[in-house]
Structures are given as structure tokens and as C-alpha cells.
């Protein structure tokens, strides 16, 4: 058993102990290792100030990649290596892309800058051959007050890719390597005035441990949790972290199913999801920014458990099913049967939700994912909508699920609605009459994204919509 968790910082070695484990990333760079490039503005993952980068031995490709340090904290990095603006200095000079953003005036306040140029770093990272659209992609999650977005694109296009040194050949060496992935076999547990972190490397030790503990929290990237802890909201006292075991990093795919583990970066299952099942791809593409999804998890959308997860709806309509590993067995449950209220679902105090089976699309099947929020990017939906349908001759609707998330305490499969529509005829006086009956029973709340009315009146569109997109593409 560790009493303390080992990171690399551009490059040094730190072996962590006490106070220092239980800090947030970016505390811990200002306030202890005297790294003040990196910056804090909403400490809630929305502004990209705090942007650094991080690679993890156990993600599909050992790599940097960029996420908020505000709200990941340092127990959650045992076994990465983590890089900051500072780390990007050649011999004291600054890289290809620190001088682009000066050369491009890129900068004025400069309070953002080394978030966007953390953020471009990682895109350089990734990608060699990159135009205006990656680099908007990759800046989604970074907010400039002062400069306006031109000159930092620019600085972007204007970076030479030839004059940018590779991050991982400088830093992911052989020895660190094998440094975290020896480490990663030895749990860890850290105890400090009444806070506990658990780490194990099996899953059995984790479920012995919550059967002992059973309120401790299971973290997930933290992404949800760490904006509840700088907001004040919630105060840990016994954390299960579930970031050496293994298994839960894997993707596997059956004929029938792709298995994700509780691990699984959304970054990673985007990628892995695009030939396998698109629909959710596309959406990962518009879910949050690259920041969040290098690192949150889709078990973390799921156990969140917010009636407008944008994830939901889908998993819903497609009968995902979850794999929960508890004391003595393990149990497969259809998504469609978790939730149970607001926030509440059917997991027991000593379970862990360990995998999500996805069932693929069968073939002809139509598949369409609809997200309503004010802008595009990383924006909290008003309301989400998945329709799931197989379509016969003469467009006899032979199969549909739908569900639907912001119009109720969870998010809901439109059962009157898949019975009405079952078996009649895909066309316009179809869709008339369901845009009637979708509304019965419905009854959503008033809050700041939108009325009780405008939440019915996007649900019955949102209806149209998906006729008109299939018509057109089907060409019906
Ligand atoms: C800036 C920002 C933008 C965001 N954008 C979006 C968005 O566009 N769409 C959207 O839907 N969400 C969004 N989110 C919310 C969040 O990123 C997602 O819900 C994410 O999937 C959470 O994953 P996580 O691994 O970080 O979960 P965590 O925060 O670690 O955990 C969330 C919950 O899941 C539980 N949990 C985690 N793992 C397990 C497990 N294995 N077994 C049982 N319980 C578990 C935790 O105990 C906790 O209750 C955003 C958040 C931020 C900060
Ligand atoms: S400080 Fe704004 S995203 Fe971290
Ligand atoms: S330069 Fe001031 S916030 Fe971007």
C-alpha cells in the first residue's frame, strides 16, 4: 500500500503526500510548485484558463492531451504526466506556438493566453496537418474577454508545424513510462484529518472497500464533482478512486454491442464510436469541450444522473445496459429501468457501475440525436431528444423508441407516443397528429433555459424535425 501518489510535472518526478494529494491541480501548480503560468478564472471547467496538459499510460494512446485543472484534482493524477505553460520553453525560449500568439496578437490582457496556448499545444500534439476548423474545435473550451478570437485562430494558422518539437519525444521517455505503470500496481490510501482516498488495482478491493465504507463517493474525472467541491457544494470525506484498475479502460466490441468501461475518456469513445455507432459520436463532438471530454467519463454522465445529461436520452432509447459489480455478484441492468427520481437511481451503497453495453444500430435502422442550447459548443442543453426507428414498406413505422431529457425529473422514454406512432404510416398527417399526443402527460418545469411552454413547444418540433431530416435524407 502508497501513502502518497507520484506525478511527472514537465518532467520532474514528485512523489505527493497529505494536504498536497487532496489540493485541485491548479492550487497545487500556483500554491506549491510555484508554477503560476497556469491561470483560474470560473474554477468550474468553463473558461479553459487553467488548461493544462496531461498523459496517462492507461488512456488508448499515451499522449498529452488538454484538460481544466481547476476541477481535476491531484489524487485523480497518480500515475500521469502532467505539463504546463512553463514546460513549453525551449532553452528559455518560447516554443513555436508562444510566439505566434505574440507575433499574431493573440494576447492583451494575457489572463487567457496560456490556456489557449495550452490548448493549441495539445491540438499540435495530436494532429500535424491542422486548418481553421480544428482549431476552433480545439479552442471550444477556452473563453478571451479582450483580444476577440481572429488573432488567436491566426496565431493558430500561422503556427509552422515543422518548428514545433514534439512534446511526448521530450518528455514521455522510456523511464517514465515504466515509472508510472510500476507504480500503478500498488493501491493507494491516504488519510488526512478525517478525509480518505482509496485507490485499489482491483475491482474486488474497491467493492470490499465501499462495502466498508458505504457512503464514500466514487470519482469518476471528477468533472461533475470537482464544480460541486470549488462551489462549495460538496465536501469529501471518503473518496473511491477507480483510476488503477485496468479493466475499466477498455473498449471492446462484440457483434452485437460495443462494452465501455467506467474509465473510458469520452475522447476516447468518441473516436472508437464513429464507424461503430455515429449517431452518439456526432454528439460527442458538440459535448462540452475537448478539456472535459480528454477526461470525463459517459459512467460519470450516467451516475450524474441530471435530467438534461445529453448522453441520456440516447442510452434510453437504445436499451444501453449497465454492468454493476457488487459484494458477491454481478448484475446487468437495462438503462431504461435505473432511474428512479430526481437524481436517484437503482445502485446500492456497495455497487459499482463497471461497464455500459452499447447495442450497435441494426441495420436500416434510423438513428437521430437533437440537442437544443443557446450556442452550439459547451453550452447546457434546454432540452435533448433521441429517436430510434425501423422503417418498413410503404414507411410502415415498424420499430420506435423515443426519449427525451429536460422535460421531466429524469430523463424519459415517450411511451404513448411509441405506441401511437407503432405500426402507422411515416408521413406528415402522422407526425400532425402525434405533435397532439406528445403533449399529453407532459408537464416540464420553468427554470432559466426555458418555460414549461417553449419545453413543449421545442418537444413537438424537435418531432417535425426528425420527420423532415428523414424524409429528405431517405428522400421519402
Ligand atoms: C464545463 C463543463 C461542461 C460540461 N458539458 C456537458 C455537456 O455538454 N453535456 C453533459 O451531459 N454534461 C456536461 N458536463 C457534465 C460532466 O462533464 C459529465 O456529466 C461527465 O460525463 C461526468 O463524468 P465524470 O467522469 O467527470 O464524472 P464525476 O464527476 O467523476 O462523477 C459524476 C457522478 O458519477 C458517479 N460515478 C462516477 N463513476 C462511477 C462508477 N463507476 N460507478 C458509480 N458511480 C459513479 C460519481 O460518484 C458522481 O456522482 C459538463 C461539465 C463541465 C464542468
Ligand atoms: S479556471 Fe476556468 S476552466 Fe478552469
Ligand atoms: S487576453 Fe484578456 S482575456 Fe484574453
Request: charged share 25%.
Amino acid at each position: 500500500m502508497r501513502d502518497f501518489i507520484l506525478v511527472y510535472i514537465n518532467g520532474e518526478r514528485r512523489e505527493l503526500k497529505g494536504d498536497d494529494v487532496f489540493l485541485s491541480l491548479s492550487d497545487f501548480l500556483r500554491e506549491r510548485a510555484g508554477l503560476s503560468g497556469t491561470k483560474v478564472v470560473c474554477s468550474e471547467g468553463d473558461c479553459g484558463a487553467c488548461t493544462v496538459l496531461r498523459a496517462s499510460p492507461q488512456q488508448s494512446e499515451f499522449k498529452f492531451k488538454s484538460i481544466n485543472s481547476c476541477i481535476t484534482f491531484m489524487y485523480l493524477l497518480d500515475g500521469c504526466h502532467l505539463l504546463t505553460v512553463e514546460g513549453l520553453l525551449e532553452n528559455d525560449r518560447p516554443s513555436e506556438i508562444q510566439y505566434q500568439m505574440v507575433e499574431n496578437n493573440g494576447s492583451q490582457c494575457g489572463f487567457c493566453t496560456p490556456g489557449f496556448v495550452m490548448a493549441l499545444a495539445g491540438l499540435f500534439e495530436e494532429k500535424k496537418k491542422i486548418g481553421e476548423q480544428q482549431i476552433k474545435n480545439a479552442l471550444t473550451g477556452n473563453l478571451c474577454r479582450c483580444t476577440g478570437y481572429a488573432p488567436i485562430i491566426d496565431a493558430g494558422l500561422s503556427v509552422r508545424p515543422k518548428e514545433v518539437a514534439s512534446l511526448v519525444k521530450r518528455y514521455l521517455t522510456n523511464e517514465c513510462l515504466a515509472d508510472l505503470l510500476e507504480i500503478r500496481k500498488t493501491p493507494v490510501a491516504v488519510e488526512l484529518r478525517g478525509v480518505t482516498f482509496f485507490s485499489p488495482v482491483s475491482l474486488k478491493d474497491a467493492v470490499d472497500w465501499k462495502v466498508k465504507n458505504k457512503k464514500a463517493k466514487i470519482m469518476g474525472a471528477g468533472t461533475d464533482l470537482g464544480v460541486l467541491v470549488n462551489k462549495n457544494k460538496w465536501n469529501p470525506t471518503q473518496i473511491l478512486g477507480l483510476n488503477q484498475i485496468e479493466e475499466l479502460y477498455t473498449i471492446s466490441d462484440s457483434q452485437k454491442a460495443v462494452k465501455v468501461g467506467a474509465r473510458v475518456t469520452l475522447t476516447d469513445l468518441e473516436n472508437s464510436l464513429e464507424e461503430k455507432i455515429p449517431e452518439l459520436a456526432r454528439l460527442l463532438k458538440i459535448f462540452a469541450s475537448p478539456q472535459i471530454k480528454n477526461n470525463a467519463t459517459l459512467v460519470g454522465n450516467i451516475a450524474n444522473a441530471s435530467p438534461i445529461g445529453d448522453t441520456l436520452p440516447y442510452l434510453l432509447a437504445i436499451g444501453a445496459q449497465l454492468e454493476i459489480q457488487g459484494p458477491t455478484e454481478i448484475r446487468i441492468i437495462d438503462i431504461n429501468n435505473f432511474y428512479t427520481g430526481y437524481k436517484k437511481f437503482d445502485l446500492a451503497e456497495n455497487e459499482i457501475i463497471t461497464f455500459i453495453h452499447l447495442p450497435k444500430p441494426a441495420e436500416k435502422e434510423i438513428h437521430k440525436i437533437y440537442k437544443v442550447s443557446k450556442r452550439k459548443d459547451l453550452d447546457i442543453c434546454c432540452i435533448n431528444a433521441s429517436f430510434v426507428m425501423g422503417l418498413g414498406s410503404q414507411q410502415k413505422i415498424e420499430t420506435i423508441r423515443v426519449a427525451f431529457g429536460g422535460i421531466a425529473a429524469t430523463p424519459i422514454r415517450l411511451e404513448n407516443l411509441e405506441s401511437f406512432l407503432h405500426g402507422k404510416t411515416f408521413d406528415s398527417a402522422t407526425i400532425d397528429a402525434a405533435g397532439v399526443e406528445i403533449l399529453k402527460g407532459l408537464s416540464p418545469l420553468s427554470d432559466v433555459r426555458g418555460t414549461a411552454n417553449y419545453r413543449k413547444l421545442l418537444a413537438k418540433n424537435l418531432l417535425r424535425k426528425f420527420f423532415a431530416e428523414v424524409s429528405s435524407e431517405r428522400e421519402l
